[in-house]
């Protein structure tokens, strides 16, 4: 994790030329033309890029192929191994070093703001290191995070920082989210305006986020300590948090490209490489498609890209091996910058956290009896709410296919996942819930479909790719690169990929 002498430039680099151009310069060492000083204003966007590359390639393709949105095309090969659940040790490298160097911007940007007695900053510093370091976690299992970003000699120059336990993060996790709480305050003078390219410096919604991002560590801890969860969730509840509802304009924390032709959206500035070629590597993958057709669920429509006969297919999942005539089957689509050959891809943003995904939270802290859902919304209304928020995420492109009635046509439907089970047990409910939620993330939240899976099971209808290297086992964390095991003493031995990660008790 050698990203230390690099910040000041990353942050100077990534602002000046985009957040699809990150994974291209990392290794620039001067440019005459960018101040090699880092100020709030350069820390914080780079640090939303950093991020924001790494949740818009890597760990959006690793986790839609994995939650079996997409599946590799039987015309080219780049994700192969990964359908084979046989990715090498370096094939989650990119993802560890730009979540790092976003960290690593966050952190400066936390010292940065307490020098100057900036709280909003701070406050957001501190929410995107929660936000993080969640993701390397989740991803990784236990991984350097008190000694993480402490390689300067200001800060003790660790430059072998020691492996924690998932425990110890999400504990960290939960403190800087209570700590940024107390700073929030919409109303200071000095806040972030533009350089903020997510909520562009409302503090109202970052409280909102903050909260939303909370509720989503408590209860990925809820199967590891039910009780202890439950009695820290009914406390947070009893404060009255605000989480991300759509009732403010922009409440989906998410970055938006397309404003240069430098800035296009990080997957498909990946596919349109010189590399790549624009290849299309990507194949919407049967798994999902069927079922959505199978509901009549109209977002089988946005998610992928329609046939000439006007018809969504797939192709099944693993099944790269088998020709299959172009044509015959979906892509993913522009809107979730799967076109590898449409610039309109570049336009896709990358979803941190959505209106949809804060009501299915919601909705299941109901549905399992908790003392929190004695007041506000049912988990049947959240439930449907969930729907209706990721409908209004696409509400031009379903108006323009099926009318403005989509989600009321959908919902009413009497499809089997659009009736939920009011009257069933928890795991019933908890199948429902987390299951739409799936729909809902369809190659717009990838990585998080996956890790929700291995917390609870659902969907419970993903098939084994016949070409699995691993038999009925499915991948359950990612790889350390070597990175690690060859340069940090404290590297506590490879994980193998079903190796689960503390939470995954299932």
Not at 163 to 172: E, H, L, M, T
Not at 193 to 200: K, M, Q, V
Not at 317 to 329: D, L
Not at 367 to 378: I, L, P, V
């Amino acid at each position: 994790m050698s990203i230390k002498n690099k910040l000041m430039l990353t942050a100077a680099v990534g602002l000046a030329l985009g957040a699809s151009s990150c994974r291209k310069f990392m290794n620039v060492n001067t440019n005459p033309n960018i101040s090699q000083t880092a100020t709030m204003a350069t820390l914080l966007p780079a640090g939303q890029l950093w991020v924001g590359s790494a949740l818009g390639v890597d760990l959006q393709v690793n986790g839609s192929i994995w939650s079996q949105y997409w599946t590799q095309t039987s015309t080219a090969s780049q994700y192969i191994a990964f359908e084979q659940y046989a990715p090498g040790q370096d094939a989650f490298s990119t993802p560890w070093t730009d979540l790092y160097r976003g960290a690593e911007n966050f952190y400066q940007l936390q010292k940065l703001a307490d020098s100057l007695h900036s709280k909003q900053y701070k406050a957001i510093s501190l929410i995107m290191q929660a936000y993080t370091f969640q993701l390397l976690t989740d991803a990784w299992g236990d991984v350097p995070f008190t000694q993480a970003l402490k390689g300067d000699v200001t800060d003790g120059h660790m430059v072998n920082p020691k492996f924690d336990s998932q425990i110890v993060v999400y504990r960290g996790v939960l403190a800087y989210i209570d700590s940024a709480k107390k700073l929030l305050n919409n109303g200071d003078a000095v806040k972030p305006g533009s350089d903020d390219l997510i909520y562009n410096g409302d503090m109202n919604k970052w409280r909102r986020f903050a909260n939303t991002l909370k509720l989503r560590a408590l209860l990925r801890m809820s199967a590891v300590n039910p009780t202890g969860v439950q009695a820290m969730v009914d406390s947070f509840y009893a404060t009255s948090p605000d989480f991300l509802t759509g009732t403010i304009a922009g409440d989906d924390a998410q970055i938006k490209y397309g404003w240069n032709t430098q800035n296009k959206s990080p997957l498909y500035a990946e596919a349109s490489s010189t590399t790549l070629a624009s290849v299309q590597n990507l194949a919407g993958s049967s798994t999902c498609i069927d079922s959505m057709n199978a509901n009549g669920d109209p977002r089988a429509y946005v998610f992928y890209k329609y046939l000439s006969n006007g018809a969504v297919a797939g192709l099944t999942q693993g099944s790269y091996y088998q020709s299959s005539a172009a044509g015959t089957f979906s892509l993913p689509s522009k809107y979730v910058a799967g076109d590898a050959q449409d610039d309109s891809s570049g336009y896709a943003p990358v979803n941190f956290l959505t209106v949809s995904e804060s009501y299915f939270l919601q909705a299941e802290v109901v549905a399992r009896g908790w003392q929190a859902a004695s007041s506000g919304y049912a988990d049947d209304s959240l439930y449907y709410k969930g729907i209706g928020a990721n409908f209004a995420m696409y509400n031009n492109q379903l108006a323009f296919i099926w009318g403005p009635k989509a989600d009321t046509d959908y919902i009413n439907g009497g499809g089997y996942w659009s009736v939920y089970p009011s009257t069933g047990s928890f795991a019933q409910k908890q199948r429902f819930i987390v299951t739409q939620k799936w729909f809902s993330m369809c190659g717009n939240q990838g990585f998080e479909a996956w890790t929700e899976w291995r917390r609870t099971g659902y969907p419970d209808f993903l098939i084994h790719p016949v070409k699995s290297m691993i038999g009925s086992d499915r991948p359950r964390r990612f790889l350390y690169p070597t990175s690690e095991s060859s340069t940090n003493a404290n590297f506590p031995g490879v994980a193998p990929l079903t190796s689960k990660v503390w939470w995954d008790v299932l």
